[in-house]
């Protein structure tokens, strides 16, 4: 089979999204060219900011290689399934343009798996996959005629919903080495969370694990990227000296928490490539974040969200540092990686004089504490579904008016001007 994997040219214009804004790697789609690779099947691999082209563009060059089925990703990379657009508007565009012309349609990303008759229905593909989608790519691929016999996958019949199984996920602790793009690498000036310096070469995105051990109320990666795995070192060293060797100089490392690994600190170290984190530093001891700074990491992003114990327990956090030995864990940590950032949220029952007072006090040490900005209730977070229960045809829409209601500011990357959602997917919505 021939199948096109797809990244679209996103636009996020009138959005709430608080990710970054700039391109990353398609981990997702790069793991599903692998396995369909593997498999027999022919890969077409496209990203609309990397191939630079518009979702005309794309949807062009698929219906030009006659594929057989073409993937279309709903969130811009696995960095971002945990904070994703709510609006479907951009791969509800490029499927428009395909116009019919790429086969069977297929969704992956996290409007499908946690939400999946909406996202069918906006989107109009023939199929959403429902959770971590590289192995169901490919075996949607291996099905061939009877793709409903899938695992993992949900489709609309008549308007009534189907779905197959429970939402997949992949082993990926022996997931092998992803090889880029030499032109793709060598347009990604972009270093994710990078702040010491200015990038001097391409940067590139990797993961080293996979879930979370916590379930952190405000987190969403419910139905998706949940237990906890780590993936096997050789393959990633391998994968990273790939990069290296195709000019990347910076490596993020996507994981929803980057544990305290020290073979994989060890290798690093000789290694000349720099890299960034999101992590925990209650989970650090002082002797692996010195270790984590021989090793080349230049970026931590911090999750301390409340800065009392009482706000942390109400998040589900689980931490048992008090909110000053956590500071100093911080301060700690900024004498040996350049940049520190310490997450803060909005939490009702923190003191805001106590907020101004804390962040002053780790900026004069160097570390940067952000101004608390409030959260969208996601659809597969436990905070929505111990507001409206489990998420229905509604869900995102339901969150949206409660995040624009609720909040009369917003992240300072966020447009300052939000609409509502059923503006945004004005084109998705049936007439």
Known sequence: MRVALVNPRWSFEHSIYFGCREAHLPLELGYAQAMLRACGHDV????GQFDRLD???LAEAIAEAAVDMTVVTTAPTYLFWRCAQPELRTPRHLLDALDGRGGRTVAVGPHGSVTPAPALAKLGADIVVRGECETVVAALADAGADPRRVDGTAWLDDGRLHTRGLPAAAAFVDQSALLWPDHWLARHDHHHHRFDARPPAPGAEVEASR???YSCTFCAKLDYRDAYRRRDLPPLLEEIDRLIGQGVDYLYFIDEIFLPQKPLLEALVPRDVRFGIQTRIDLWPEPMLELLGRAG???IEAGVESLTGEGRAALDKKCRMSTDALALRLVFARRHVPFVQANLIATAGDDPELVAAWR????????WANDPVPLFCYPSSPDYRRRWGEPDADAWERAHDHYLEEFARFSDIQDQRPARLRELEAPCRPV
């Open 360 to 367: 002053e006090r780790l900026r004069a040490e160097g570390v």
């Open 44 to 47: 077409l691999l496209l990203d």
């Open 297 to 299: 990491c230049v970026s």
């Open 55 to 57: 979702n005309e563009g």
């Open 211 to 213: 879930g979370c051990p």
